[in-house]
């Protein structure tokens, strides 16, 4: 009699456990990057973003990692590899999915001294700031310098760079459910340090 109470019980636990693992896990939460300065940069480079960058919008980072490099007002030439780890989905149970991940909203602050990221408090938007102020949105970012000069400003602070030790700094960002590292290497190509 006590065998068979066992051999039901582990039976039931068996059928939960494969009831609970056919639910399928919700998507992975999403994580916004936006780029920010208090000094127009004369010159930036960041491939996951588009080719016109606006100050302040959030462009999606799905997990993975990204670069981007920059001239800073001031001279100095900065590079920076970040990478993110975003919040699983939450797992499903029998036939019903699993919630998605939360949404993450970051910004980079393109600094004199380097780049930095911080958490933002927004809720959910994801939109252009063009949209809600063409003008001014327009404003922050023109850079003087046309694609190609800024990409050639970039190559030549590259170059200069080769033969300098680089100051190299890390940063992690961790909140509930999302994770960004950072590994900048900056040049002061002007001699300046100040923002």
């Known amino acids: 009699m006590k065998r068979t109470k066992h051999s039901v019980f582990a039976a039931v636990m068996l059928i939960l456990f494969l009831l609970a693992s056919c639910g399928v896990r919700g998507p992975e939460g999403q994580t916004f990057l936006a ?3 208090t000094s127009l940069p004369q010159a930036m480079n960041f491939p996951a973003f588009p080719s016109t960058i606006y100050a302040g919008e959030y462009i999606n980072h799905p997990a ?3 670069f981007g490099e ?4 001031d001279g100095s ?10 919040e699983e989905g939450s797992p499903g149970f029998l036939f019903i999915p699993g919630g998605a991940g939360d949404e993450y909203y970051l910004s980079m602050w393109l600094y004199s001294f380097g780049p930095s990221i911080y958490t933002d408090g927004v809720i959910s938007r994801s939109v252009s700031p063009a949209a809600d102020q063409p003008e001014a949105s327009a404003k ?5 310098a046309s694609p ?3 990409e050639m400003l970039l190559s030549r602070a590259r170059e200069r760079a080769a033969g300098m030790e680089p100051v190299i700094r890390s940063e992690s960002i961790r909140i509930p459910g999302a994770t960004v590292h950072v590994h900048i290497r900056g040049y002061d190509l002007q001699g300046s ?3």
């Open 64 to 66: 993975g990692d990204y």
């Open 140 to 144: 922050e970012s023109q850079l003087t």
């Open 35 to 37: 780029l920010n300065w």
């Open 193 to 195: 340090r100040d923002e």
């Open 70 to 73: 920059y001239i800073a007002w």
């Open 148 to 150: 190609e000069q800024q």
């Open 77 to 86: 030439y900065w590079n920076a590899s970040y990478w993110i780890e975003v």
